[in-house]
């Protein structure tokens, strides 16, 4: 029996786990191509595909299973990207236990007697469908840029506005919903500027108290108010030579914008308690979830401060807006917490990329992250399905239909030129490109008539004329 292999070997091997190993079938494996090793123990196990890559395992379950021997093996068969296959006794699949144990953990089964073409073909192609895999997972670049990921329109547009607001050191805002990703984009505004070797300095305005914010942003000397035993460099100095990021910045206090303003006008601080004027080279990155336009309006932003902050403005797109990058977090989040579960995952069910498609996400990329996480936990099969991401049904309402959208398309645009033009039928069907005939034939398909109290006369009126009309367009069908 082959137990000593150099790495280059793991190509064709096979790792086999049992208490009573079979001199036989580690013959016929040799014969059909394959170098068996043999473990023993599930810790055995373990260490063996610890050191090496070993894309295949073959595991003879023993003929009285019990759930602790099931146990053991699942610790082991959970953890790595290798796939295995079960050898069983006949009629053995019927138990209720064992089968749950192969649909969650192995790829595939064969039943005794195992040595024939039915095992040699089930390693093949677990080993094929393993090496599959692990190609798939090395292109990481095909996430997107800039550490994000995301592929979609939106998300090439937030890229290319990155990669502009990089060269300059100009102050820029980022708004967005929560959850949409703010502060990495700050971050990698700051790593492909000239100050990447620098300090990324953030704070969040909104989560600390009114009354300590100043205090954070400025710093203090020592004494300057109860509790202060030594001088303290706030998080503005402490961003000196690199970027400061303002999270949450429309939460800010209106008597910390004012010593905020200064600071971005004359480039100095003051900390709380003294009198020097510190100067400061901190390029400004703001974001906030809140609108700060209606902000503004409503006199609890400084309109001044605003336009020192908003230099260069990027908007995070939502994630509902985000079309097929849904399917493609979810499955990078998946692969973040997959270590999670109790079982070996190997991907999203079809029904569960139709639940996240269809969910509108109001907590936007973290909603998703942490409902893939969840799901990791609560899953109880091979795959997370729908149920086991506990989303909320969506009322989507009743499906349309291609041709109905077109008809109601085809009625407002109808209905707006006649209320634009004082159901003057002439001028209506010019602006829509029409004869006054076809105009009058998709007001009586539609339902549509003159202006209310316009009396039956000049309805009459209007059907005498579009019977002339009728006519001429009869002779240059051009018109229409």
Not at 231 to 238: M, Q, T, V
Not at 270 to 277: K, M, S, Y
Not at 401 to 415: G, M, N, P, Q, S
Not at 418 to 425: N, S
Request: net charge negative; aromatic share 6%; hydrophobic share 40%.
């Amino acid at each position: 029996m082959n137990t000593t292999y150099s790495p280059a070997d793991t190509e064709r091997t096979v790792l086999y786990v049992s208490d009573h190993p079979d001199a036989k079938l580690v013959g016929f494996l040799a014969d059909s191509g394959w170098s068996a090793v043999h473990a023993r123990s599930t810790v055995i196990a373990e260490r063996m595909i610890e050191r090496d890559d070993i894309k295949v395992g073959l595991v003879q379950l023993p003929a009285q299973c019990s759930p602790l021997d099931l146990s053991a093996l699942a610790s082991c068969m959970r953890r790595v990207e290798t796939n295995w296959v079960a050898q069983i006794a006949p009629g053995q699949a019927d138990d209720e236990l064992v089968s749950r144990f192969i649909l969650d953990y192995c790829f595939d089964f064969v039943t005794q007697p195992w040595l024939n073409e039915r095992l040699v073909f089930a390693l093949g192609h677990a080993h094929g469908l393993s090496s599959l895999r692990q190609t798939r997972a090395a292109p990481e670049a095909s996430l997107g840029r800039h550490g994000m990921v995301g592929q979609c329109e939106a998300m090439q547009q937030l890229y290319r506005y990155i990669d502009k607001c990089s060269v300059t050191e100009a102050p820029v805002f980022v708004a967005g919903e929560s959850g949409t990703g703010k502060e990495l984009t700050a971050r990698a505004i700051h790593e492909r500027s000239t100050r990447a070797g620098q300090t990324f300095v953030a704070i969040n305005c909104a989560a600390i108290p009114p009354s300590l914010l100043q205090a954070e942003l400025f710093g203090h000397e020592r004494g300057a108010f109860t509790g202060a035993l030594q001088r303290k460099i706030g998080r503005i100095e402490s961003a000196h030579g690199g970027t400061l990021f303002l999270d949450e910045i429309g939460d800010m206090p209106h008597e910390c914008q004012a010593v905020l303003l200064r600071f971005l006008q004359e480039g100095t601080i003051e900390r709380l308690g003294g009198n020097a004027t510190i100067k400061v080279d901190a390029r400004v990155i703001s974001a906030t979830h809140v609108d700060l336009d209606q902000a503004v309006e409503d006199g609890r932003f400084r309109a001044d401060l605003y336009h020192r902050l908003c230099v260069l403005r990027i908007v995070e797109p939502p994630l509902r807006e985000r079309g097929g990058d849904i399917k493609l977090l979810a499955r990078y989040a998946l692969s973040l917490y997959k270590q999670d579960g109790a079982r070996k995952l190997r991907g999203l069910s079809s029904d569960a990329i139709v639940a996240l498609s269809n969910y509108p996400w109001p907590g936007n990329v973290r909603e998703l992250i942490n409902c893939v996480r969840r799901a990791v936990v609560m899953s109880e099969g091979r795959f997370i399905t729908a149920s086991d991401l506990g989303l909320p049904e969506t009322d989507h309402g009743p499906a349309v239909t291609l041709a109905e959208i077109r008809a109601k398309a085809e009625k407002d645009a109808v209905e707006q030129a006649l209320q634009r033009h004082g159901y003057k039928l002439s001028e209506a069907a010019a602006q829509l490109g029409i004869s006054r005939a076809t105009l009058y034939r998709l007001m009586n398909a539609n339902r549509l008539h003159a202006e209310p109290g316009a009396g039956r006369g000049a309805q009459a009126n209007g059907s005498s004329d579009a019977e002339a009309d009728d006519e001429a367009e009869r002779r240059s069908p051009s018109l229409a």
